[in-house]
């Protein structure tokens, strides 16, 4: 009889890992990347994430458990951590490094961020040709035209989309 974990058990050696073997390098902040990047590390790929200076800013948020963020720590178990400051060239060489023997990137910058600094999806395949680029952003690579757009939190994607709004008009029965 082949045992299966139960849910919420953490992974062992007898679990099917589809992903074991890929290595996937993490450069995202708040939930959407860290997420990503923490299911693709569930199903068996090796997760490094590319935190700033100092570290993730979320590490300290509340509530606490021992110290770091419970956000932090569920979205991060398991995971490497590496400290970057992609912003300067030298930091940007280091993601380079790492983005040579990687096999996936995933990042949830704003809209534009990568081109500015010269990571985006061209600029990562001239270093690694195989890598498949993820980018989470919540605007999909465009900005609404709102004084609140600069980040795509819970609340502000369904307000673009006047989901969370009154309906121009009823609900109509299906036919």
Not at 41 to 56: C, F, M, S, T
Not at 78 to 97: M, N, T, Y
Request: charged share 20%; glycine share 10%; proline share 12%.
């Amino acid at each position: 009889m082949d045992r299966q974990p139960s849910p919420g058990a953490p992974p062992s050696a007898n679990v099917f890992r589809p992903l074991a073997g890929f290595t996937v390098l993490e450069a995202g902040r708040r939930i959407q990347a860290p997420l990503t990047a923490h299911l693709l590390g569930l199903l068996g790929a090796r997760v490094i994430r590319v935190e700033p200076p100092g570290g993730d800013p979320l590490r300290g948020m509340p509530p606490a458990c021992g110290g770091l963020s419970a956000r932090w720590l569920a979205l991060n178990r398991g995971k490497e951590a590496v400290e970057i400051d992609i912003k300067s060239p030298a930091g940007r060489a280091d993601l380079g490094e790492l983005v040579a023997r990687a096999d996936v990137f995933v990042q949830n910058w704003a809209p534009g961020t990568a081109e500015r600094l010269g990571l985006d999806s061209g600029d990562l395949s001239a270093i690694n040709p195989r890598l498949v680029y993820a980018c989470t952003s919540g605007w999909a690579g465009r900005l609404p035209d709102a004084p609140w757009a600069r980040t795509s939190w819970s609340r502000h994607v369904p307000a673009s989309a006047t989901l969370s709004g009154p309906r121009a008009s009823p609900p109509r029965p299906r036919s």
